[in-house]
């Protein structure tokens, strides 16, 4: 059956390799850790005991936590969209110097570690801080702005890239016939982007639902939402029964948005390519709202550099040199050792992710006559977004006790980390590749076939021609979310090979003002890595976040 998943073209026997490898290792790296978790919370003695489970579910703390991820996911989504949306149009519409790289900075923050963007806002809202007005350095409005910084560049990249390629006429004829510019926006534009809108925001709605280093860090004792309970509950409290019903609810709730974000997404814009014009008098608000948004987005960057480069209260490297050591006894290992780790880490994860990603991307974009194979792709596809929707905690900390015997006894390999990774990266590349192959005519593979290419050749003169571009923007994305994946590395780091958002944050929990300073000056490197990364994959122009919506 696997084979039938795909088309002729593809050699015989390769297709069940490109289903059944990916599968396997989904079962076994994901599904397999997943109800390990459930079983050990479940089932703790050898007998189904969902007392615990049921108490969590009805307190009156689960019912501040849900009520908590709702109302800060849907406020910061509404912020990103309310500032992405005028970045877009003056991104995309408009031209003026510098645009492209304008484009690029405010993708920056959708990849920096959370850990990295919670140390950030933490100094803007500390005493002295850009941001101390308007809060405490803990508490919902530090956490919803820095869920609105991170996620505006989404909005910004999934809308303007339809916004670029609208079709202009209808507005033209409404304003020809003496609609107000007000009103052209209203009664043409918005409507006819309204599916785009609509899915980037369950897009960042379902990112700043799962936040989890953000919230660690800026929620304190009082704020979390589910990605931090479990986390809590699993690492202070020892209380897995709780924190697996917790990851059941989680899993539920994603699943179903996700399921929204696929039918949103089925929704197309007809469009018609407009070439970007140059700003007139009237585009100076959006303009001055655009402006506006890159400060914002620039704040707690520089924020992060200045406190950085702050050492005994005078300017200088001294926290980036401290950082061959180990902060006293806070650190096995110097933090340097640490980065290390976390580039090598991030280079298997990638390598894995890429391989799996590019098998599913390849399956899911063929198009099957069958009403029933083509069901079956769409199965397939969701799979293997499952990832999004389970806590990584959760996958982390199953792994440790589910990959503990043999034949998978993996606790102590030096490969755990970049599985875990891989996994949480998976969805990535699938959202990046499938829809560049999607989009391939079969007459192009039909006339190599037809001029005696085999399958291999098919693939490589035709695929492989087009996909290169995007699966080269697929592993910059990749590396640069294992830079600063947290969640799972949390549980399966040790302590003489640690990854850096895991030093941060163990800097972070020791007072001392040498620590701080190696905090802030280690989440700079990680923020300069991460950023150099998007910068690179940007130079390919691959939409890769416009897959999501």
Same mark, same amino acid.
């Given at each position: 059956?696997?084979?039938?998943?795909?088309?002729?073209?593809?050699?015989?026997?390769?297709?069940?390799?490109?289903?059944?490898?990916?599968?396997?290792?989904?079962?076994?790296?994901?599904?397999?850790?997943?109800?390990?978790?459930?079983?050990?919370?479940?089932?703790?003695?050898?007998?189904?005991?969902?007392?615990?489970?049921?108490?969590?579910?009805?307190?009156?703390?689960?019912?501040?936590?849900?009520?908590?991820?709702?109302?800060?996911?849907?406020?910061?989504?509404?912020?990103?969209?309310?500032?992405?949306?005028?970045?877009?149009?003056?991104?995309?519409?408009?031209?003026?110097?510098?645009?492209?790289?304008?484009?690029?900075?405010?993708?920056?923050?959708?990849?920096?570690?959370?850990?990295?963007?919670?140390?950030?806002?933490?100094?803007?809202?500390?005493?002295?801080?850009?941001?101390?007005?308007?809060?405490?350095?803990?508490?919902?409005?530090?956490?919803?702005?820095?869920?609105?910084?991170?996620?505006?560049?989404?909005?910004?990249?999934?809308?303007?890239?339809?916004?670029?390629?609208?079709?202009?006429?209808?507005?033209?004829?409404?304003?020809?016939?003496?609609?107000?510019?007000?009103?052209?926006?209203?009664?043409?534009?918005?409507?006819?982007?309204?599916?785009?809108?609509?899915? +980037?925001?369950?897009?960042?709605?379902?990112?700043? +639902?799962?936040?989890?280093?953000?919230?660690?860090?800026?929620?304190?004792?009082?704020?979390?939402?589910?990605?931090?309970?479990?986390?809590?509950?699993?690492?202070?409290?020892?209380?897995?029964?709780?924190?697996?019903?917790?990851?059941?609810?989680?899993?539920?709730?994603?699943?179903?948005?996700?399921?929204?974000?696929?039918?949103?997404?089925?929704?197309?814009?007809?469009?018609?390519?407009?070439?970007?014009?140059?700003?007139?008098?009237?585009?100076?608000?959006?303009?001055?709202?655009?402006?506006?948004?890159?400060?914002?987005?620039?704040?707690?960057?520089?924020?992060?550099?200045?406190?950085?480069?702050?050492?005994?209260?005078?300017?200088?490297?001294?926290?980036?040199?401290?950082?061959?050591?180990?902060?006293?006894?806070?650190?096995?290992?110097?933090?340097?050792?640490?980065?290390?780790?976390?580039?090598?880490?991030?280079?298997?994860?990638?390598?894995?992710?890429?391989?799996?990603?590019?098998?599913?991307?390849?399956?899911?974009?063929?198009?099957?006559?069958?009403?029933?194979?083509?069901?079956?792709?769409?199965?397939?596809?969701?799979?293997?977004?499952?990832?999004?929707?389970?806590?990584?905690?959760?996958?982390?900390?199953?792994?440790?006790?589910?990959?503990?015997?043999?034949?998978?006894?993996?606790?102590?390999?030096?490969?755990?980390?970049?599985?875990?990774?891989?996994?949480? +990266?998976?969805?990535?590349?699938?959202?990046?590749?499938?829809?560049?192959?999607?989009?391939?005519?079969?007459?192009?593979?039909?006339?190599?076939?037809?001029?005696?290419?085999?399958?291999?050749?098919?693939?490589?003169?035709?695929?492989?021609?087009?996909?290169?571009?995007?699966?080269?923007?697929?592993?910059?994305?990749?590396?640069?979310?294992?830079?600063?994946?947290?969640?799972?590395?949390?549980?399966?780091?040790?302590?003489?090979?640690?990854?850096?958002?895991?030093?941060?944050?163990?800097?972070?929990?020791?007072?001392?003002?040498?620590?701080?300073?190696?905090?802030?000056?280690?989440?700079?490197?990680?923020?300069?890595?991460? +950023?150099?990364?998007?910068?690179?994959?940007?130079?390919?122009?691959?939409?890769?976040?416009?897959?999501?919506?």
């Amino acid at each position: 059956m696997g084979s039938r998943l795909v088309e002729r073209a593809v050699p015989w026997g390769l297709g069940g390799v490109l289903v059944g490898v990916p599968l396997i290792a989904i079962s076994i790296f994901f599904v397999l850790p997943f109800i390990g978790m459930i079983h050990r919370g479940l089932w703790p003695e050898g007998g189904l005991d969902i007392g615990p489970a049921v108490e969590t579910l009805t307190s009156s703390r689960t019912r501040s936590v849900l009520w908590f991820t709702a109302y800060s996911a849907a406020i910061a989504t509404a912020g990103a969209v309310v500032l992405g949306i005028p970045a877009a149009y003056c991104c995309y519409r408009l031209r003026f110097p510098g645009r492209d790289l304008v484009r690029t900075l405010a993708l920056v923050p959708f990849v920096l570690p959370t850990v990295v963007v919670g140390v950030a806002f933490s100094r803007l809202y500390a005493d002295g801080g850009a941001l101390a007005w308007l809060g405490s350095e803990q508490g919902p409005v530090a956490i919803v702005t820095a869920m609105v910084f991170m996620n505006v560049g989404v909005v910004m990249r999934t809308v303007g890239s339809a916004w670029a390629s609208l079709d202009v006429r209808r507005g033209q004829a409404a304003a020809a016939l003496g609609a107000s510019p007000a009103q052209v926006w209203w009664t043409v534009t918005l409507p006819a982007l309204a599916p785009v809108v609509a899915a +980037a925001a369950s897009v960042v709605f379902l990112f700043c +639902a799962t936040s989890f280093g953000i919230v660690l860090i800026l929620g304190g004792l009082r704020y979390a939402n589910i990605e931090s309970e479990i986390y809590q509950l699993t690492t202070q409290e020892l209380d897995l029964g709780s924190a697996a019903a917790l990851s059941l609810l989680q899993l539920l709730l994603i699943v179903a948005l996700l399921a929204l974000v696929g039918r949103v997404r089925r929704q197309r814009v007809d469009h018609v390519v407009a070439p970007a014009r140059t700003p007139t008098r009237r585009d100076l608000p959006l303009l001055a709202v655009g402006a506006a948004t890159l400060v914002f987005l620039a704040l707690p960057v520089v924020s992060l550099v200045a406190a950085s480069l702050r050492r005994d209260g005078s300017w200088s490297f001294g926290n980036y040199r401290a950082l061959s050591g180990t902060g006293g006894n806070t650190l096995v290992v110097p933090v340097t050792r640490a980065l290390a780790n976390s580039l090598g880490i991030a280079l298997e994860a990638t390598a894995m992710a890429l391989c799996l990603g590019a098998m599913v991307a390849y399956v899911v974009s063929r198009r099957p006559a069958d009403r029933r194979l083509a069901r079956l792709v769409t199965v397939f596809d969701g799979v293997f977004m499952l990832p999004l929707g389970v806590s990584a905690v959760t996958v982390g900390f199953g792994f440790l006790i589910t990959l503990d015997r043999p034949p998978l006894d993996l606790r102590t390999s030096s490969v755990l980390i970049p599985i875990a990774q891989a996994m949480v +990266a998976l969805p990535l590349v699938v959202r990046t590749v499938a829809p560049v192959w999607r989009g391939i005519d079969d007459r192009q593979r039909q006339a190599a076939a037809s001029l005696g290419a085999g399958g291999w050749r098919v693939f490589a003169t035709v695929d492989l021609a087009i996909g290169w571009r995007p699966l080269l923007a697929a592993a910059g994305f990749c590396f640069a979310v294992s830079l600063g994946e947290f969640g799972a590395t949390s549980f399966l780091a040790r302590s003489d090979h640690p990854t850096l958002p895991v030093v941060i944050y163990r800097l972070l929990g020791h007072p001392g003002v040498d620590n701080f300073g190696m905090a802030m000056a280690a989440s700079a490197v990680l923020a300069a890595a991460t +950023a150099g990364t998007i910068v690179l994959v940007e130079r390919l122009r691959v939409g890769a976040l416009g897959a999501f919506g």
